[in-house]
């Protein structure tokens, strides 16, 4: 299952390069997609809160990596993408089934992990958006050092992880 909800989103179109779509293809077929099959390089799900109104995006300063980031982890075994962003989205935010249907990613980008704290080496993220204005939200802290919500120019300043920052890229042209 997880497999071919895989196969249907890898796309030129939100690929941030022709590497990544090739790698995401060969990633795939290895198999053993998740963390809990191969610690070292895996599939993640990685969501990007947005207001909307106020054109303000949430991001968070994550204990594990020490960096500032958008909200997301790695995809379960036995789960689809709908489940990993819902459970992800419960974890981190504390809203419960926020999507109700499979949503379409809008970015894919490989990030090579380099801190001793985790076994991960590479994560292949799948990107999501999440329009909130956060007044649901629930913020489990321990996850987290700090979290906020700033305007795009206002987290370019902080978020210096590539991926990241072609996340926030994204939203410059978000209608």
Known sequence: MLKEQIAKIIEPSICDSEDTRVNFLKRLEEGNFTRDENAQAHY??????????D?????????????WL???????????????????IDEELGVKN????AQSPFLLTITPIENKVQPCKVHYDIW???LTDGSNFNVDPKEFHETRWLTIDEAEKIVTDAPNRKALDFLRTYK
Not at 55 to 67: R, W
């Open 98 to 101: 926020f999507f109700k249907e």
């Open 70 to 88: 958008s909200p997301g982890g790695h995809i379960d075994k036995g789960e689809g993408l709908l489940e990993t962003l819902n459970r992800e």
């Open 128 to 130: 999501y958006l999440v």
């Open 55 to 67: 054109k303000k995006v949430f991001i968070v300063h994550h204990k594990k990596s020490g960096l």
């Open 44 to 53: 993640c799900a990685y969501f990007l809160p947005y207001n909307q109104k």
